[in-house]
């Protein structure tokens, strides 16, 4: 199995004219060769659609590509080998939304991250904020199922984000760092790695952070990520991201792309998504 990261070519050296905040970007080279430098679209459907739904959805995305935009569909799991025939051949991904910490055993109800790898996924999200509050993930445990995936060649998606009343209280980045260093398991190979900043309060909601929120955690989780040799790991936003906001989040520095809930739900804003996502791409190479 080919890893993600060695699919896109995780941690190419800047270019000269790239500006410095793009530098953490990877180069693609990805069968094709190069294309660029590029922005991640992920959609997490969630315990979303209907079967019906979802293969044409698949078909509808599957007719597009966006140069300069790598996709990855997280569907549910049942869903997994249909979504990855339906997107075979084309530059969308699959991946699981989630993995047990465990590679087998009495575990009714789980998936192991072996698994997902052995139904198409190249990747497997972790720490989403439902699965911290509807099953009392916490951050020992996602670096527990990181590890897994891990060694089941999958490369990890994992998220990261404050609730209201953490923001409010003016401790966000604290909590956020906290997460780091607790879901992120120590020694990982950057070009392994994507981390997906959501603040809590945005997911579902239609409150978008602000660009300047934004702007502010994403330098923090630079920081905290350069600090440790994993300055070419991309941080992606989630939250009510739209087809009417994408821009302005994509120009944010720091930002290599959106994970994506409700809107990639529907294929017209989901590709709305990418195009944008596509302007940016072209914009930093
Ligand atoms: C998510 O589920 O990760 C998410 C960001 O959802 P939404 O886009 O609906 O806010």
Redesign the pocket.
Known sequence: MVAFGQWIGYGATPRQGVPARWCHYRQIRNRFGVRGIEVIIAA?W?MNPPLADAAALAVAYAADSFDGVTRILFPPAPYLVQMGVRLDGTDMLVGGQDCHHNASGAHTGDVAAGMLADCGARVVLLG???RRADHGEDDALVATKAAAALSAGLDVMI?VGETLDQREAGSAEAVVTAQLEGSVPAGIDASRLML?Y?PVW????GKVAGVEEIAAMHAAIQQWLAKRDLASVPILY????KPGNADAIFGVPDVGGA??????LKAEDFNGICSAGARAAAARS
């Open positions: 997490n969630k989403h904020s439902e998220c997906a959501e945005a997911i579902g909601t989630g939250g009510s991201v994970l994506v809930g409700g809107a990639s």
